[in-house]
């Protein structure tokens, strides 16, 4: 099976449903988005110290393929037979978000991105999911999306914040570093 189609060689592609878009779509910006975030996930996960991640990790790139669909269908258009996410997803993460929180010192400034390897490709991924959100919101302004959609990427990028502190509090070579202003 060949890989390419030649079908967006005029800058146009397919929705979920078979609508062709210009691929300067704010649909193709949200969803193009939330798959670069599952690749960053995918940096993440080869990383071997990050192993202790990876039943989360793997559930989260789970749940990105199924918002990407979900951002890929026209409005209106039904995806069959997908299990949505749901609010109850976004009460897991903030549940994590709590446990992890439990073993980490209290965050009293604003923290450098970056630590060990792990630490630092989590905050890459946390960026990259804010873009993803504000592609989404944007999207939202325009279509109708789930807001649902939304939550989910704001606690997710929480998510990947509170995962970094976690992978540069418990990982070998991790050192979380305070900005403290331009006085330190």
Sequence with gaps: ???????????????????????????????????????????????????????????????????????????????????????????????????????LPELTHFVFPGGNLVASYLHQARTICRRAERATVKLSEIEKIRPVAVQYLNRLADYLFMLARHANAKLPGGKEELWLGREQ
């Excluded at 800058?11 to 939330?34: F, H, I, N």
């Excluded at 993440?44 to 989360?56: E, F, H, K, N």
């Design 1 to 103: 099976m060949r890989i390419y189609t030649k079908t967006g060689d005029g800058g146009e592609t397919s929705l979920y449903g078979g609508q062709r878009v210009k691929k300067s779509d704010t649909r193709l910006e949200a969803y193009g988005t939330v798959d670069e975030l599952n690749a960053a996930l995918g940096l993440v996960l080869a990383q071997p110290d990050a192993a202790v991640y990876r039943g989360s990790l793997k559930e989260i790139q789970a749940d990105l393929f199924i918002l990407g669909t979900e951002l890929a269908a026209a409005s209106g258009e039904a995806v069959n037979g997908l299990k949505l996410l749901t609010e109850a997803r976004v009460n897991e993460l903030e549940q994590e978000m709590d446990k992890l929180a439990q073993e």
